[in-house]
């Protein structure tokens, strides 16, 4: 509790440096009994039920001619009378949790803020949400976000690049290859990559982040991103792109033999499909597909 009324105090203050900020949300996320703490009493602090309540115990005292009893003696009561009510206000600004998706599984969820996340088959989201703002990582897979406005920012961290949000409708794909692609569908988000460079996108645009570096990428055709009913557009891309794309929908792990895995290749791909794609890119390509007891191998 001391803690806790350290960091609510540290809140108010309007030149929280970053490194403080780092270590409020370590803090945050290190317990439960942490986050109920500053809950309850953020939520009296920013109340006016401790002011009524020594209002009221100094009027009675005063009427009866008593001493009036110190704030030590009040702080308690008020504490309890103020956080079993208030702690309720602030349960939707916090959210800390780990979302994670199986092979060949999809999931969508509301965050506390309203805001809604659909990850992609083998996906992995961790969620940091406080009175203080809104964060996310993606460590790996794809994601498509709505996010809702509440007036604090959001921010999405993916490999080496970050999105910066308000309230929008986008998406990201994080590669193993260490790329990522960012698609914005409504609203307005700014990338930034390694080198602190930014590139802000309007609907209807891409940008890829490789090796921290930024490019934008052809335009969106579709009003949401095609993975979302099972399909994947590739317009040049690789191999292994596509088998990666395909591998989030497998129940077997799909690799790619080095040799081909910088073949190009265009079209559109029912990848909710698995077995389907394969065996057209087999045709149309010239590879073979090699399906083991615990895998699936495309070579040349």
Known sequence: MAEAAAWVDWSARPDASKAEAAAFE???GESEAHRRAFADLAALWRSDALGEAAADLAVASSRRGERVLPWRYIIPAAVTAAAAALVVLYAPWMDYRTLETGRAQSGETVLADGSTVRLSGGARLVVRQSPMGRSATLDRGEAFFDVRHDGRPFTVAAGEGQV???GTAF??????SGRTEVALYRG???V???SRDTVDLAPGERVIVDRGRLSRGAPLRAARPDWLDGWFDAQDASLSQLAEEVDRFSDKPVEVDPEVRRMRISGRFQVAEPRAVLALIEVAYGVRVVEESDRIRIER
């Open 171 to 176: 998406n990201i794909d994080r590669l193993s």
């Open 26 to 28: 370590r803090w945050m």
């Open 188 to 190: 307005a988000v700014r």
């Open 192 to 194: 930034r990559g390694r």
């Open 164 to 166: 910066q949000v308000m």
